[in-house]
């Protein structure tokens, strides 16, 4: 699983609302020549991230290489199921990354260009936002 190496606190607050404006930091593609932008705002789970990797990976193969362009650092918490209020914060659930609209998520780089379309699109199923596929020149 994906998760910080070291955190300065175990259990965050949650934060303010989801912001809905588009972001100007990480809106271009750097590494690769395609890449997958968000078009929502939400929380993608350290899950969600990592069937997406292994999906791209199994679809490109040798022939095309991949980056990862957001990291899960949030975490959330959860109470067990059947226990009463109160008693504190409940226990780390899963780690979480905040995507904002406009971000790019997963950079390819194939020099089969219908490849890393595919690539890109069988991720998208794995994510609970709406993505969308864009090129070097057109981000």
Not at 55 to 67: A, F, H, P
Not at 85 to 104: E, N, Q, S, W
Request: hydrophobic share 35%; proline share 3%; charged share 35%.
């Amino acid at each position: 699983m994906l998760q910080p190496k070291k955190l300065k606190h175990r259990k965050w607050r949650k934060g303010k609302s989801l912001n809905r404006e588009v972001i100007t930091k990480g809106i271009d593609i750097v590494f690769g020549n395609m890449g997958l932008k968000s078009l929502e705002s939400s929380y993608i789970k350290d899950k969600q991230i990592e069937a997406c990797i292994k999906e791209i990976k199994r679809v490109l193969g040798k022939k095309g290489r991949m980056w990862l362009r957001i990291f899960p650092h949030l975490t959330r918490t959860k109470k067990s199921e059947g226990v009463r209020m109160g008693g504190g914060k409940g226990d780390i659930d899963h780690y979480a990354a905040l995507v904002r609209p406009g971000t790019i998520l997963f950079e390819v780089e194939s020099k089969d260009r219908d490849l890393a379309i595919l690539a890109l699109k069988s991720a998208s199923y794995k994510l609970p936002i709406k993505t969308k596929i864009v090129e070097k020149n057109e981000s």
